[in-house]
């Protein structure tokens, strides 16, 4: 408890201040932290004999903002008396004036509620008593003081010394393997992109219970067990649950301004199946106890290239040819291939063929990639072959045969292609069967 006595002809500076350890003094400035508890004595005395103050108040001032150097004032007054500030002696104020904490931080200071105790000995011993709370800024009512040493007293409270965790988050994405990390990257359907969470605390307490989570925009989907946490106990990294999009990853303590940074990788594809280009914006928030602290967004942009190929030509015993010559009732095998040159699936792929004039169609003859199909081919509405996927293709043959009377000479039979797609409007190739229609030759005279 506190100590009445002292110097000053028994006066004692109004406000003092010390930190609750063990072994503490009171004084006036202390140096103290971010976590620790300090109680302040006040100090009060009617000096004037045979007089009595009605209603004496105290009240100290605590700053309601964060700094490094927290001032506490003290007042004191009754309905006799004006405010004062100090205790004074012979025009002289005693020690300092207020109480002063110097943090090597910045941090705020918060009164204990139920603290504040009446010690009082115009009994001959220490009686203690509790008071109500209002002493911190707003003034503690303690009754009405007699003038003369015994009747002077002390009030003391407790106040904490908080700061705060202050998280933040800072995301960039790059491609895989490639450490250039940006704001915002280009892509293509199917590619995958990693994403990275830098993780501070740029606050003065350690966090607890920090929470980062991501939840991925539509058309990506995360990599599983691609989720890693980086830090200084995992300096290459460790990997933890694939629950970044849902319920999020738990952080361990974030020590203030402490070495490094937190970092959390994450891989995720992007559908393949985009027909437009997209914009992915996805945003990471950071969480302490459940309370979003930051947020932070990077960008994809996917290109889609909606690409489809036809190539016509005609299967020869040499090769595949774009031209070739042929004789009547010849039969004639066709190879049609549809690739894909964009960077997306093509859907609802059609191929049609129409065989010139003097040839006709053998039926059952069709096969794509070597798969017999149906005879659709030579309908006007042609053979689906469903999806071709980036980069792939196609390959569908059928066979005709030269049949009639086509025009005397090297009469062209050309055979023309179209294939249809999902966003792709018709394309068309060709393939050219010359056959020589001329009469027999003419015999010669016999003799």
């Not at 992915?280 to 928030?285: K, R, S």
């Not at 997306?344 to 794509?368: A, E, H, I, K, M």
């Amino acid at each position: 408890g506190p100590d009445p006595g002292g110097s000053n002809n028994g006066d004692e500076e109004m406000l003092r201040v010390a930190k609750t350890t063990t072994g503490s003094q009171w004084g006036d400035p202390i140096a103290a932290e971010v976590g620790d508890r300090v109680a302040f004595l006040f100090y009060f005395h009617n000096g004037v004999p045979n007089t009595e103050a009605h209603d004496t108040t105290l009240r100290v001032d605590l700053p309601t903002f964060e700094t490094n150097q927290i001032k506490a004032i003290s007042w004191l007054w009754s309905r006799e008396t004006q405010p004062i500030k100090d205790t004074v002696v012979n025009g002289q104020i005693i020690g300092n004036s207020g109480a002063t904490i110097n943090l090597p931080t910045n941090g705020r200071i918060e009164y204990v509620p139920g603290s504040t105790k009446l010690f009082t000995y115009d009994t001959g011993s220490q009686v203690v008593r509790a008071l109500p709370d209002g002493i911190a800024n707003e003034g503690v009512n303690i009754g009405d003081i007699q003038g003369c040493w015994p009747y002077s007293g002390y009030v003391t409270f407790l106040a904490d010394i908080m700061g705060k965790a202050n998280v933040v988050i800072d995301k960039h994405v790059a491609k895989p393997h490639n450490e250039d990390w940006q704001e915002s990257v280009n892509a293509v359907p199917g590619e995958e992109v990693v994403y990275k969470l830098a993780l501070r605390n740029e606050g003065n307490l350690t966090a607890k219970n920090v929470t980062v989570i991501d939840r991925l925009p539509t058309n990506t989907a995360l990599v599983s067990g691609s989720v890693k946490l980086w830090n200084n106990a995992n300096p290459n990294g460790v990997t933890v649950p694939d629950t970044i999009g849902t319920t999020g990853i738990s952080i361990p303590d974030m020590a203030p301004a402490g070495p490094g940074v937190t970092y959390v990788t994450y891989k995720v594809k992007i559908s393949p199946n985009l027909t437009q280009n997209w914009v992915l914006v996805n945003v990471a928030a950071v969480y302490l106890n459940g309370v979003e602290q930051d947020r932070d967004d990077a960008k994809v942009y996917v290109q889609v290239n909606i690409g489809l190929l036809i190539d016509k030509k005609i299967v020869t015993s040499t090769g595949v040819v774009e031209t070739t010559t042929v004789k009547m009732l010849d039969k004639i095998t066709y190879q049609i291939v549809v690739k894909n040159t964009g960077n997306v699936p093509v859907n609802n792929v059609y191929v049609r063929d129409v065989l010139p004039q003097f040839v006709s169609y053998v039926p059952g003859s069709t096969t794509v990639d070597g798969v017999k199909a149906s005879d659709q081919i030579i309908s006007e509405s042609g053979l689906l072959i469903g999806t071709i996927a980036a980069g792939g293709q196609g390959v569908i043959r059928l066979e005709g045969f030269v049949y009639g009377c086509p025009p005397a000479g090297n009469y062209q039979l050309l055979n023309t292609a179209y294939a249809r797609a999902d966003g792709v409007t018709q394309i068309s190739d060709t393939a050219l069967a010359t056959v020589d229609a001329s009469a027999p030759p003419i015999p010669k005279v016999i003799n």
